[in-house]
């Protein structure tokens, strides 16, 4: 059974950096396009950027110039770097592959960022 399980979440100020991983169970990592989604309070689940088996990256244009997806198909991890975070990036971080599957919704990791 694939279990994807997000972990980095936290606090941080505006204008900070944070990084979220996404470690997955069973071999749908490195075949998949894997993506980074989030939810905010009261919005729906949005997707903020995606990367191929390949590495070819594509983003959301509220974080592009800021956000850097990354993979590593040895430790079945995907990684998304967050720079000059903002407080409307603040929301719940999800991973899934795109298009996404139900059955691969983690429990996520918040990511508030406030002053």
């Known amino acids: 059974q694939v279990r994807l399980v997000e972990s980095g979440g936290g606090l941080v100020q505006p204008g900070g950096s944070l990084r979220v991983s996404c470690a997955a169970s069973?071999?749908?990592?490195?075949?998949?396009?894997m993506g980074w989604y989030r939810q905010a309070p009261g919005k729906q689940r949005e997707l903020v950027a995606q990367i191929t088996s390949g590495g070819t990256t594509n983003y959301a244009d509220s974080v592009k110039g800021r956000f850097t997806i990354s993979r590593d198909n040895a430790k079945n991890t995907v990684y998304l770097q967050m720079n000059s975070l903002k407080p409307e990036d603040t929301a719940v971080y999800y991973c899934?592959?795109?298009?996404?599957?139900?059955?691969?919704w983690g429990q996520g990791t918040q990511v508030t960022v406030s002053s």
């Open positions: 899934n592959k795109y298009p996404p599957s139900g059955v691969y």
């Open positions: 069973g071999n749908i990592f490195r075949i998949y396009t």
